[in-house]
């Protein structure tokens, strides 16, 4: 029966929509996650009889015919690029973008990522890296004397140095922004990589045209609200058991034909 199979397309669909969802709620302290959304596509029709089509030799036509669907499918797993909070944490090398753009991470194998991520810190020789250790470009080194360090909106950062007056250049730190920024591709540990969706990385100054400002001493949480996703969670949820009891439903009618057949 055509019924089992379509509610089987509903019931495979809610799982992957629970799947997103958990995923959402289980990165709702992560630090610059953008919660994903699922997007469904209606599979294909069989047309019994096409809308339009000749009912007589005189020309009269169907105002609107049979068609039959064959279910539902899991078209996307959109990424809502939806500007997070920001909170305080106090701490130098803590940034946070308010705005368009993402920061410019050097992976070991040479390719730059991109994160939301700005929970920095400096390694062994002062460089700023990420919490992993991967450099944040172009690379900023803050010397062991520095007192302390200012990062400025424009993405300027700068230094006191002990016998000096005025505070010394180390940097600037630039930003990426894409045309299609759901684009890009998900590489876990809060990265992101571009991709032929997301098109090529347009790079520029924080507070440029097109390009947000950076705040020091904030992150920008996830961007998920927990109220909004467990309302969807029970959604998906009844969804699934609708679909189940199509399926229990189609069994008991297959039962009661074969039961008539036999008797």
Do not use: C, W
Not at 7 to 29: K, Y
Not at 54 to 66: N, V
């Amino acid at each position: 029966m055509r019924a089992l199979h379509t509610a089987a397309t509903g019931m495979m669909a809610q799982e992957l929509n629970v799947q997103v969802i958990s995923n959402n709620i289980a990165n709702l302290r992560t630090t610059g996650y953008k919660r994903q959304q699922t997007h469904f596509l209606d599979l294909l029709y069989q047309h019994l009889r096409r809308a339009g089509s000749a009912t007589s030799d005189q020309g009269t036509q169907l105002p609107s015919g049979i068609s039959i669907g064959s279910g539902v499918k899991a078209a996307s797993t959109i990424r809502a690029m939806a500007q997070g909070n920001l909170t305080s944490t106090e701490r130098d090398y803590d940034v946070a973008i308010r705005g368009e753009g993402f920061f410019r991470i050097r992976m070991p194998d040479g390719r730059t990522a991109y994160t939301r991520d700005g929970s920095f810190d400096l390694d062994s020789q002062g460089q700023l890296v990420t919490r992993d250790g991967y450099l944040v470009e172009p690379g900023i080194t803050v010397p062991q004397t520095a007192k302390s360090v200012t990062l400025t909106a424009a993405g300027q950062v700068q230094a006191m140095i002990p016998g000096q007056t005025t505070p010394q250049d180390l940097g600037q730190i630039q930003l990426a922004r894409f045309v299609n920024k759901t684009g890009l591709e998900s590489m876990g540990d809060n990265l992101f990589l571009e991709t032929a969706a997301s098109g090529p990385a347009i790079d520029g100054n924080p507070g440029a045209e097109g390009f947000g400002n950076l705040q020091q001493s904030y992150l920008e949480e996830a961007n998920v609200n927990a109220v909004t996703e467990l309302s969807s969670l029970i959604a998906a949820q009844r969804a699934y058991e609708m679909n189940a009891k199509v399926v229990t439903a189609a069994d008991q009618m297959l039962s009661s034909s074969t039961q008539m057949m036999r008797g």
